[in-house]
T-cell receptor, first 115, second 112 residues
Framework: AQSVTQLGSHVSVSEGALVLLRCNYS??????LFWYVQYPNQGLQLLLK??????LVKGINGFEAEFKKSETSFHLTKPSAHMSDAAEYFC?????????????FGEGTQLTVNP | DAGITQSPRYKITETGRQVTLMCHQT?????MFWYRQDLGHGLRLIYY???????DKGEVPDGYVVSRSKTENFPLTLESATRSQTSVYFC???????????FGDGTRLSIL
């Protein structure tokens, strides 16, 4: 069975500061990993994904994440926060051997950006 | 081209009534999913479908029924709505493998 833990349901940063959202996963087989962002009253939008290859993946809006197998982590970072980054962020894992690309989501982290 | 469309966006109904939420995709992707999103629970999978006429239960299927007679449509029905089913419902689609899921804008359902 897969699981995802997002450390910190709420994270607050100042505009221009580093954004770090933590995600740890559990999977019995090599995982596919995803970060999604959700703005108010909208669906989830894909930020980035890790499938195979390079462990540092770059996504949209200046975000990136690094897959660390030894730490079972996939933390999301952005060097400099912008007000428009305020949203809820979800980490998700998919078992590549499970048919149907079923995703297991973390409970989400609400990011607040202060001026 | 909207890609994935959910309707209605907002719905208010009463306990005991039947309500159907619609999901339509324009890509002809194989896999479709229904999630509910509740505070403190993240997204939980209700049902999913691997192809037309193939559906399977997710994490929280009780009280819900799905069908998929056509590849592009995946309706979710609450046969007798209860207050505990008040939630935001999201439909998602993917072509499978390492492709990500794409989400609709959601249906906000309130059951009084």
């Amino acid at each position: 069975a897969q699981s995802v833990t997002q450390l910190g349901s709420h994270v607050s940063v100042s505009e221009g500061a580093l954004v770090l959202l933590r995600c740890n996963y559990s999977s019995s087989v090599p995982p596919y990993l995803f970060w999604y962002v959700q703005y108010p009253n909208q669906g989830l939008q894909l930020l980035l994904k890790y499938t195979t290859g390079a462990t540092l993946v770059k996504g949209i809006n200046g975000f990136e994440a690094e897959f660390k197998k030894s730490e079972t982590s996939f933390h999301l970072t952005k060097p400099s926060a912008h007000m428009s980054d305020a949203a809820e962020y979800f980490c998700a894992v998919s078992d590549r051997e499970t048919s149907g690309s079923r995703l297991t989501f973390g409970e989400g982290t609400q990011l607040t950006v202060n001026p | 081209d909207a890609g994935i469309t959910q309707s209605p966006r907002y719905k208010i109904t009463e306990t005991g009534r039947q309500v159907t939420l619609m999901c339509h995709q324009t890509w002809s992707h194989s896999y479709m999913f229904w999630y509910r999103q509740d505070l403190g629970h993240g997204l939980r999978l209700i049902y999913y479908s691997a192809a037309a006429d193939i559906t399977d239960k997710g994490e929280v299927p009780d009280g819900y029924v799905v069908s998929r007679s056509k590849t592009e449509n995946f309706p979710l029905t609450l046969e007798s709505a209860t207050r505990s089913q008040t939630s935001v419902y999201f439909c998602a689609v993917t072509g499978g493998g390492n492709q990500p899921q794409h989400f609709g804008d959601g249906t906000r359902l309130s059951i009084l």
